[in-house]
């Protein structure tokens, strides 16, 4: 086995120092890795409008908490199901044509009652509960008329 050893001087990065230690700030926004709500993206001012404990720069769903301090009924943080960029938390564009409509409402219906497991029905599991059922209901209606998202990683 050989051993890649990066030069830590192409990473660039920034040490704090403070009376508990050294922390690494990987984005350079002046917030330490380990207490930095979006380590990948420079935040200095560590917006979250939904309280979910991912920086609005990182959220996949910025309007319904869905990150490690808020989990979907699943546990789960940041579920992203299509791998489109959009949380099913606020991604009922099940159909991927940028609007959430009546299409995506006979998607929906379809899938209603399934265990999304092994299914092809999981994106429409919105609650990330395992099941698509009533409760993935009402973030379906708020998305309803609108684009999916709002999503830092999807236009």
């Known amino acids: 086995n050989e051993r890649l050893d990066v030069n830590p001087a192409l990473r660039p990065s920034l040490v704090i120092r403070t009376r508990e230690g050294e922390f690494i700030d990987s984005d350079l926004d002046g917030v ?21 404990g991912v920086g609005d720069l990182c959220d996949n769903c910025t309007e319904a908490p869905n990150g490690p301090d808020a989990p979907d009924a699943g546990g789960h943080s940041q579920l992203d199901s299509d791998d489109d960029g959009i949380g099913n938390a606020c991604d009922a564009d099940f159909n991927q044509d940028d609007l959430v409509g009546g299409p995506d409402f006979t998607l929906f219906l379809q899938c209603f009652g399934e265990e999304v497991a092994t299914s092809l029905c999981a994106a429409t599991d919105l609650n990330g509960d395992g099941v698509v059922g009533g409760p993935d209901f009402t973030p379906f209606l708020r998305g309803f008329g609108r684009a999916p998202g709002p999503s830092a990683w999807a236009p």
């Open 32 to 52: 330490a890795d380990e207490f930095d709500n979006c380590p990948q993206q420079s935040n200095p001012e560590q917006e979250d409008t939904d309280a979910d």
